[in-house]
């Protein structure tokens, strides 16, 4: 079994800045693709900041200069900081992880529980 237990959500005035934080533990040999995805009501599920085993990093336009993603391969975190938040940026934020669970396995998506970003005045 994996879990991500992600952290950092609330409520923030337009402006402002929020970090989320999660952190992935169980069965895990490897973290390949590590990231954030956003849901608002109504909405599809967006990928919001996904980072790669080796550094690459990517990023959806809407948040391009404001969104800053980071990892830690040894600790198996990944941050989301946020500046610049908008209303528009309110959603429900999800960690993913596409997980290996043995060397010689595929890669599996794991998903958190979300955590509910609002942005508002």
């Known amino acids: 079994q994996v879990q991500l237990a992600e952290s950092g959500g609330g409520l923030v005035q337009p402006g402002g800045s929020l970090r989320l934080s999660c952190a992935a533990s169980g069965s895990i040999w490897s973290i390949h693709t590590m990231g954030w995805y956003r849901q608002a009501p109504g909405k599809s599920r967006d990928m919001v900041a996904i980072?790669?085993?080796?550094?690459?990093?990517s990023y959806a336009d809407a948040v391009k200069g404001r969104f800053t993603i980071s990892r830690d391969n040894a600790k198996r975190t990944v941050d989301l900081q946020m500046d610049g938040l908008k209303p528009e940026d309110t959603a429900v934020y999800y960690c993913?992880?596409?997980?290996?669970?043995?060397?010689?396995?595929?890669?599996?998506?794991?998903w958190g529980q979300g955590t509910q970003v609002t942005v508002a005045s």
């Open positions: 980072t790669i085993n080796g550094g690459a990093t």
């Open positions: 993913f992880a596409n997980v290996r669970y043995t060397q010689d396995s595929y890669t599996q998506p794991h």
